[in-house]
């Protein structure tokens, strides 16, 4: 998929997270890009826009990462997520992988490791 016409879902509490995102996206190319501050408004935006790729922290208010990843895979099962976090125990990404996430980015990330993430889930 040419990233041009992707639709790409950033879900992080923090509004500077978000950003440093969209700026490291941006780079590499111009999708559609929607943006949630809470796993609430992430779950809500998945339905409604069925996004091509999510960027999901696991912390943050009204509903928690881990949980959000749950109803999101339960939506489609087939949805490609990758956990950007700075909480990053090895039990956690072990549950993340196994519930469906695609991989576990931690924070601090590299433009590196997003470019990565966007080369091989759009691929």
Do not use: H, W, Y
């Not at 040419?2 to 700026?23: G, P, Y």
């Not at 991989?103 to 601090?108: C, G, R």
Request: charged share 25%; net charge negative.
């Amino acid at each position: 998929m040419d990233i041009n016409e992707a639709k790409i879902l950033v879900c992080d509490d923090s509004i500077l997270a978000r950003r440093q995102l969209k700026n490291v996206i941006s780079i590499f190319g111009n999708p559609s890009i929607i943006e949630a501050s809470d796993g609430l408004e992430a779950v809500s935006l998945f339905k409604e826009e069925m996004p091509d790729l999510v960027f999901l922290d696991l912390v943050m208010p009204n509903l928690d990462g881990m949980e959000a990843l749950k109803q999101m895979l339960a939506i489609d099962e087939n949805a490609k997520i990758v956990i950007v976090s700075s909480v990053g125990t090895k039990d956690t990404l072990l549950e993340a992988v196994k519930l469906g996430a695609r991989e576990f980015i931690q924070k601090p990330f590299s433009e590196f490791q997003i470019i990565n993430a966007l080369t091989k889930n759009l691929a």
